[in-house]
């Protein structure tokens, strides 16, 4: 039985396996998932360090794997610069941008209404236009009070596998592959952010929850802006949500 078949104790792997070993397992993870999807098979990159290991994994399993970005008008301009250089060295990386009028001041208002209409949205469309069958993530279960739950392979939406193979990756493996890897980052990560998001939402903080920066002072503190959390293969004849 392969890894896409099997479910291995999350909790457990996060705690015994080396370095190497999550390594050699996140390649193999894509590599089964790439024989059977093929081209539907396409990595989501939110441009955070954790998807630019992800991207470079994949890379490593075939050239050929797509990817899309979601972008937002409040992302910061480190970020659109760090985006337009990733797009220019990878061209098979497509984004995607909800600009629709929203009101002011969505983000403090109805900060989860903000995310569904500027991030979920674009994540549906482009599991539609690029006709995905399997999207990969840069998930990680150690990463805040949200993420404790996923599996390295989920089915949320039906015929839409959802494959987060560097799940059981601590932060410090993440940067220790970076490194070793001579992999560019974004450059907000030199400021102290450690969870990237649009600017409006995301603070740099010292707490230990890698998330905790994000959404303070609202509901969604620490928490998710849906893409996760929300089916993606709906309502893309309704209100684009
Ligand atoms: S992170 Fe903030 S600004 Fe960005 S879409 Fe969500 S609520 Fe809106």
Redesign the pocket.
């Known amino acids: 039985m392969g890894l896409l078949e099997g479910k291995g104790d999350v909790k457990t792997l996060v705690g015994t396996l080396n370095f190497k070993q999550k390594v050699d397992r996140s390649l193999q993870l894509i590599k089964e998932a790439y024989e059977k999807y093929g081209d539907s098979l396409v990595v989501a990159n939110s441009l955070g360090k954790d998807s630019v290991a992800v991207w470079h994994l994949a890379k490593q399993v075939s050239p050929k794997i797509r990817g899309f970005i979601v972008t937002?008008r409040?992302k910061p301009k480190e970020t659109i610069d760090f985006m337009n250089q990733e797009v220019a060295r990878y061209p098979e990386l497509k984004i995607f941008k909800n600009d629709t009028s929203i009101p002011d001041e969505?983000?403090k208002t109805d900060?989860d209404r903000?995310?569904d209409i500027?991030?979920v949205e674009p994540v549906k469309r482009a599991v539609y236009e690029m006709k995905v069958n399997c999207w990969v993530t840069g998930l990680r279960c150690t990463e805040g009070r949200t993420r404790t739950d996923y599996q390295e392979v989920e089915e949320r939406d039906e015929g839409l596998l959802k494959l987060n193979p560097i799940l059981i990756w601590q932060e410090r493996e993440v940067w220790q592959y970076l490194a070793l890897y001579e992999i560019k980052v974004n450059p907000l990560y030199k400021e102290g952010y450690r969870s990237l998001?649009?600017a409006?939402?995301t603070k740099i903080t010292s707490e230990d929850n890698e998330r905790a920066g994000r959404w303070i002072g609202t509901s969604k503190c620490g928490g998710e802006?849906g893409i996760h959390t929300r089916p993606l293969r709906k309502n893309m004849d309704g209100d684009g949500i």
């Open positions: 937002t409040f969505l983000y900060p903000c995310c500027l991030k998001g649009c409006p939402c802006c």
